[in-house]
């Protein structure tokens, strides 16, 4: 009886033993994985003693998984909007010139980005304004070296030269309304106008 008792007691800690090292092997701390992992099998035997939802945790606070779990798959980021093409880009001029400034050209490649993701033709008229300083002879002239300069840097960009047309509308069409010779700033600009085909 006594060797039966002895045999006994020595399965018991060979059992607890084998237990221990499948638990072990069932349960690992997913924080060797990576911080922020989410897992999407559920934890083998924490049925009723987790809440649905709820990440078991181990007594160090890492995520409790059991052999084979996988970290989700992240969501698929939703892909960016194309940027609608506007109606109007408006680039702006310094006093007297019809140079395309840094400014003038993000204006510039903005409306070209746009125009070209639509993937059509698109037909884009380039109106160039000046303020009422100096003559009107001389401001209808500038106007249209300030839709010429547009239409390049719109080519430069890859917009097709033939799907662009420009006009100089000189000091006629003010944005800011003044009197005569006055340096406006908001008046000496060029209009880009996208008329995308349907």
Not at 34 to 53: A, D, F, I
Not at 65 to 71: E, K, L, T
């Amino acid at each position: 009886m006594k060797t039966l008792v002895r045999a006994g007691l020595a399965i018991v800690p060979a059992a607890v033993v084998a237990f221990g090292l499948a638990a072990a092997a069932n349960a690992q701390d997913a924080s060797l994985v990576g911080k922020g992992t989410v897992w999407c099998n559920p934890v083998l035997g924490w049925t009723g003693q987790v809440k649905e939802g709820v990440a078991a945790m181990t007594s160090t606070g890492g995520y409790v998984i059991h052999q084979g779990s996988v970290p989700c798959a992240p969501a698929a980021a939703a892909p960016a909007a194309p940027a609608a093409v506007q109606s109007e880009y408006l680039v702006f001029f310094d006093f007297n010139k019809s140079a395309i400034t840094p400014a003038a050209d993000r204006v510039i490649g903005d409306a070209v980005a746009a125009i070209l993701k639509t993937g059509t033709a698109t037909k884009i008229h380039v109106v160039g304004h000046t303020d009422s300083s100096g003559s009107p002879a001389y401001n209808q002239k500038l106007s249209v070296a300030r839709a010429t300069a547009v239409k390049n840097a719109l080519i430069a960009k890859g917009i097709v030269a033939a799907n662009i047309t420009t006009e100089g509308k000189g000091e006629s069409q003010l944005l800011v309304q003044t009197g005569p010779n006055v340096r406006e700033p908001s008046n000496r600009r060029a209009q880009i106008l996208p008329k995308v085909a349907k």
